[in-house]
């Protein structure tokens, strides 16, 4: 066997299901988002439940709605049946997953369901089957063939069951109007949730990790104030403490080329003028966008009045986990 080749006809076979099922979404897809967002609006959930392959599938499915702002919870049908329903409430919806419709534990379940009142989409490879008669809307999941040799294991069937999950929690984050803000808020021990939580305020350097010295200082006044802060700049300020520029170890090693005796100089005469700064009250991805873009390791945080209050270094970020 041409063990690359076998690999590569089994993702033929799912992109194949992938592509028929994406061209069967119709406006039934669009009574399913409207459904669910009147469920969260009315202060309700969904119900995700499934057995044997799709159970999984319906775990990730419930993670992801979850995670982007659509709360939701995973049902084992047999479980439901001993106690776990009470999970289900009178202004849930539920979704229910099964590619043949006939998936006994599940069709166990629907009664239940019905009597609470609330509604059921299904996802299934045949509207026809009796989960697809026993619910108030059908999503169609439809496949030509598992990639599976005997036709069996669900492969193809409950790719596409996964992406069609994925597509109904990433239009109900957008018809949501859900930002990056509100998923880092979902998130908060995670490298997002910090990135986008954390604000410069959080992460700057102050007091004597900040190293700043007063306009007309010599070089070697700057270099010694970065010495004892181990910062790898100085901000130069007024009498006020507003900034007049900034001075990195990066300069010092360019104007030590050019001038011997560079700790004897103003460092007004080598210091850059108005350097790219930050405020305190911005996100710490800003930071990295930054860095990113201009290529610089040390950014000066000032007020809305141009007084310095802190210093941001690159060396800190990894040790805060946002970089």
């Not at 979850?66 to 049946?81: C, K």
């Not at 170890?249 to 080329?257: A, E, S």
């Amino acid at each position: 066997m041409n063990f690359q080749k076998r690999a590569k006809e089994v993702m033929d076979v799912e992109i194949a299901g992938l592509e028929k099922v994406r061209d069967s979404i119709n406006g039934n897809f669009s009574i399913a988002i409207e459904w669910i967002l009147a469920t969260l609006k009315n202060g309700g959930k969904v119900i995700v439940s499934g057995v044997g392959k799709n159970f999984h599938i319906g775990q990730k499915m419930a993670a992801t709605f979850t995670s982007t702002g659509t709360p939701a919870v995973l049902l084992h049908p047999i479980e439901a049946m001993h106690g776990d329903f009470g999970i289900v409430g009178d202004k849930d919806i539920v979704l229910a997953l099964s590619y043949s419709g006939a998936s006994d534990e599940l069709l166990a379940i629907l009664p239940a369901f019905k009597r609470r009142g609330v509604k059921i989409i299904s996802m299934t490879g045949d509207a026809t089957s009796p989960l697809g008669q026993q619910s108030d809307l059908v999503l169609p999941i439809t496949v030509d063939k598992e990639a599976c040799p005997f036709g069996m294991a669900p492969t193809a069937s409950t790719t596409v069951t996964l992406a069609l999950g994925d597509a109904l929690a990433i239009v109900l984050l957008e018809a949501r109007g859900f930002k990056k803000e509100d998923y880092a808020k979902l998130h908060p021990g995670g490298a997002i949730g910090r990135t986008l939580l954390l604000k410069v305020s959080d992460v700057m350097r102050t007091s004597d990790r900040l190293a700043k010295v007063p306009s007309g200082s010599k070089v070697k006044e700057a270099v010694l104030a970065m010495t004892g802060a181990r910062a790898g700049c100085v901000a130069v300020v007024d009498g006020s403490d507003r900034l007049l520029g900034i001075f990195t170890d990066g300069d010092l090693r360019r104007h030590l080329i050019e001038t011997p005796d560079i700790t004897e100089v103003s460092i007004d005469s080598v210091m850059t003028r108005k350097p790219i700064t930050l405020r305190p009250d911005q996100l710490a991805v800003d930071i990295l966008k930054i860095y990113e873009e201009k290529n610089i390791d040390d950014l000066v945080v000032v007020d809305a009045g141009n007084v310095v209050v802190g210093a941001v270094d690159i060396q800190d970020l990894p040790k805060l986990k946002i970089l």
